[in-house]
């Protein structure tokens, strides 16, 4: 049985990990934080105390971990995972960070006779849980055909982007959009509610017309509207405001390395960045909406 071992299980990790347990892989699993890994041994799974003891031995390294600053800690350098894997060994990183990280990676590994892709995500935590995410690969096409098996546990599309770091490239765009269109839903859903609509007859409406769109259809910032998204249970899980100011600062750099002008992209940025700074970092990023609505007291006032 091929042997996956699985780094970092926050919002997104745990349920992925889940997914390949259900699909009969033997996992061995490791977070810096023991709690979030404690459950897995109950599935069935061996819980690990280092990233080495999960994946040395192991036909394939899965992460999901914050940031570009976390995989180049976890991977690279003179005692980096990377040094410590068996030759063939296969990485898929799915966090989403810097392209240029991404392409570090996998020099490195093909240095160690290693194969690493990257394998970022969309979907949410709900895609997470449901294993429908969809997988935005860069890398190798021989490499992303033995990582399909184990991505279509956890996924229903995947998406070759093209070399390392293309995934990459192709997330970040996607979630500059992502970014943009929640505080364009939020915003729009406030001023409707204040002018005495409904907010599930709006967002009906608007599901139907040409204001629709992801953030209103499958992730309604409205508490009420829906049911098992973070709005419904005071913004907690989900992606954190914290992770989309990340990705919107990956767009930025991408954009100014490759000289393009994102107005709306650079405005998004500023508006996240304040909602962290207000202490609401850790929250999901759809808590957006308090921030307008904040905003729209302070106009009335
Ligand atoms: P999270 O913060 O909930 O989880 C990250 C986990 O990594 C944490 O549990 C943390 O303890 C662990 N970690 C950090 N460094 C580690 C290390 N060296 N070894 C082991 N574990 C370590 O974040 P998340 O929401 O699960 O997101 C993970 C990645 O997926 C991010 O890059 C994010 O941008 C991306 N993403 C998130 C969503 C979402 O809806 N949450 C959607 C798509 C993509």
Known sequence: MTTIA??????????????LIKGGLNL????????????????GATVCDSAAQASVGAQVVISMLPASQHVQALYLGKDGLLTKLTPGTLVIDCSTIA????????????????????????GGTNGAQAGTLTFIVGGKPDAVERARPVLELMGSKI??????????????????????????TAEALNL??????????????MAQSSGRNWTLEV??????????????????????VDLMLKDLGLAMDAAEQSACATLLGDLAREIYAE???????????????????????????
């Open 6 to 19: 699985f780094i970092g299980l926050g919002n997104m990790g745990a349920p992925m990990a889940r997914n």
């Open 28 to 43: 061995r699993v490791f977070d810096v934080i023991e709690s979030l890994a404690v459950p897995f041994s109950d599935l």
């Open 99 to 122: 392209p240029d990280t991404s392409r570090q990676v996998a020099q490195a590994a093909n240095a160690l006779n290693l194969t690493a892709i990257d394998a970022p995500v969309s």
């Open 159 to 184: 998406f070759h982007a093209g070399d390392a770091g293309a995934g990459q490239a192709a997330k970040i765009a996607n979630n500059m959009v992502l970014g943009i269109q929640m505080i364009a």
């Open 192 to 205: 409707g509610i204040a002018n005495g609509l409904d907010p599930k007859v709006l967002s009906d409406i």
């Open 219 to 240: 992730y309604n910032p409205w508490p009420g509207v829906m049911d098992n998204v973070p709005a419904a249970r005071g913004y907690e899980g989900g992606f954190g």
């Open 275 to 301: 909602h962290s700074q207000d202490g609401n970092g850790k929250l999901d990023f759809s808590s957006i909406l308090q921030m307008i609505q904040k905003r729209s007291g302070q106009r009335s006032a």
